[in-house]
């Protein structure tokens, strides 16, 4: 009679090894998880002060509002933020609203990311930075349990960190001209583009620097035909990829776009979340993930993973943020090809030391967590 | 004039803001990484006897060919194991030649997971539990200098592990109900198929319970119209999802029995490793990871996250394996639908004391890594 491994061997191994008590046989517990501890989370409204003003058509700003975060879990404290430029919907008051209903008192242990980050998104849809903040000051706690910084938990290695780019946006030659001169530290520059001086935007800046380029034309073209012959001739003048070249709903041109570029499209306003990604491959070579999008580290980590195994390229970008947000993205940054993480550069009143430029990458600290240290009182 | 935001901010913030020098600002610096200190890797092969003859058509065994392997570093030591069924290809040579190429004492920092495993995986193809055996190790050596089980470190709670199927192999009804009653203790029956009584096979485990059920016909059918026949007969009786129905190059006919099945469909022979998903996605509902396949927990978690974020159903696997792989496999399954983690219980001469089945659940213990302890000298 030909017998069957497993169910003989548990013929006998079933009844023998089985446990019916909870496991008590090691002398040596878990550190640092209490159940008689428990997180508290508290949220304050600030505004950043941008160093320049912000103008978009017939909107200025100098300000951007934010919402910071902690998390205090015996004695350790976790620091989030959320960034809500105003074209994106998010506000003081929607996000106040929704982290009035964030409870993180009924959860034992702070490790449990998952089920506490998952039950905060299913609180209300939408509320993207909202969610980022307690993501990333859950992740801050984490780490400083942990005592060692996200990158070392992630496995990788700050070296792999990838340049973070200078952008040039849309203006006259001589203006274009004057801006370049900044980019000396840089190592890439973006550029911006849509508006009807393309070639000379491109050729201004190509005419200062050997240095690789990028393009973002922001949804800004409409004709795919022209939006080729301008990827071709960035091709030419060495760029490395184009953001989002079309409105994000046009969803056959951009395949056709895809389809016929010699150098990757990246999704930003086309791809929000992880469950945005498995659509997005068969129109994008890429796509632009930033925390205040993702809901946070935890879906950006898994969108890299996933764009990652896809075969699409990636790249973290950021708002103005302080340099918590920023700092949280960059323990990130080595598992991606490319990075537009300068939002910290961008504001007067930061309130944490963290993550820096050096040699053109915007490295994290060597500090546990998200690898920050407050300045002031907020 | 409209002034573009990003460039004019930049004007001024690169350079007071860019460091030049490493980052130095911190008093504080990570613990338990100091670049004087280097990882020892050793292995050993070894035998695990099995409680019960082994026996698959004209093959018996008693026995299965282990590598163990230990990662020490600062003082602590990490475990893992290479379990390698002789049909799958592997051995102790084969597996002593791979492992005597792998050196950790190059890199600096443990943490290095990414680097290290893709190192690792490029000296030579195949050898997958070879190089499980590494991943596992240095998955147990980080989870001890981070004090912490790993399946804190992935976030998710114990509580979600999933219950382990006890398995019926292919017999006459009696022998079957003999069977039967060893498993009052397990929560979900997996009835082995593939030969010609498969639907005796099917009554006579219904007619002893109302328990879940799961077939694995393993390839074994070869017409797809009986098998959605058998699928739907399955599905009336109580069935969560059948593994791998046809053979693994039966492309088409695995799509159209996807399309057609009411229960998921899971590949097992069908998918190896992370790359192997996206071009399984459409021929199959889910996947069974084992990490003698995936090379070890950290290409398991990816294809876990992979397989998730692409909506395909996710069961973890094993082979006979000792405590010590059996554990790492348990801190991943809080993360995955289903599954078959008993290969310690088959063994006489287990080397480890680890993840128990508690309440029918293989639960990870709560001591760091990947949860054991060694109890006597191999």
């Excluded at 501890?37 to 941008?50: A, Q």
């Excluded at 209903?101 to 998952?118: A, G, H, Q, R």
Aim: net charge neutral.
């Amino acid at each position: 009679m030909k017998i069957n491994r497993k169910d003989f061997l548990k013929q006998s191994a079933a009844s023998s090894l089985l446990l019916t008590s909870p496991i008590s046989f090691f002398e040596k517990t878990i550190p640092k998880v209490d159940s008689s501890k428990r997180m508290r989370f508290s949220f304050k409204p600030y505004t950043l002060e941008l160093k320049y003003v912000f103008t978009v058509s017939t909107l200025s700003r100098t300000t951007t509002p934010v919402m910071l975060t902690e998390i205090e879990y015996d004695g350790i404290v976790g620091y989030g933020e959320a960034s809500m430029p105003p074209y994106l919907g998010e506000s003081h008051e929607s996000a106040t609203k929704f982290l009035s209903k964030v409870d993180l008192s009924k959860y034992e242990n702070p490790f449990e990311l998952e089920t506490i980050l998952s039950d905060i998104d299913s609180i209300e849809k939408g509320n993207p930075a909202a969610k980022a903040s307690v993501d990333i000051a859950l992740h801050d706690l984490i780490g400083k349990l942990l005592n060692q910084p996200w990158y070392n938990i992630y496995g990788v290695n700050v070296k792999n960190t990838p340049f973070t780019v200078f952008t040039i946006g849309i203006d006259k030659p001589e203006v274009v001209r004057k801006k370049m001169l900044e980019s000396t530290d840089f190592k890439i520059i973006k550029i911006k583009l849509g508006k009807d001086n393309d070639k000379e935007m491109i050729d201004t800046v190509c005419s200062m620097t050997d240095k690789p380029i990028t393009a973002d034309p922001n949804q800004g073209w409409t004709d795919r035909n022209y939006a080729i012959d301008m990827i071709n001739y960035l091709k030419e003048k060495g760029a490395l990829y184009v953001e989002q070249p079309l409105s994000k709903d046009r969803f056959d041109d951009l395949a056709w776009l895809k389809e016929n570029s010699p150098i990757p499209i990246l999704a930003d306003e086309g791809v929000q979340r992880l469950s945005d990604i498995p659509k997005a491959k068969n129109i994008y070579s890429g796509i632009n993930i930033k925390l205040m999008k993702s809901t946070g580290m935890r879906e950006a980590y898994k969108m890299i993973l996933l764009a990652k195994s896809l075969g699409m390229k990636v790249m973290l970008g950021c708002m103005t943020e302080t340099s918590c947000a920023i700092s949280a993205a960059s323990q990130l940054s080595p598992l991606v090809d490319w990075a537009d993480l300068d939002g910290a550069t961008l504001i007067k009143n930061d309130l944490f030391e963290g993550a820096k430029i050096i040699n053109g990458k915007v490295t994290p600290s060597n500090l546990p967590g998200i690898g920050i240290k407050k300045l002031q009182k907020s």
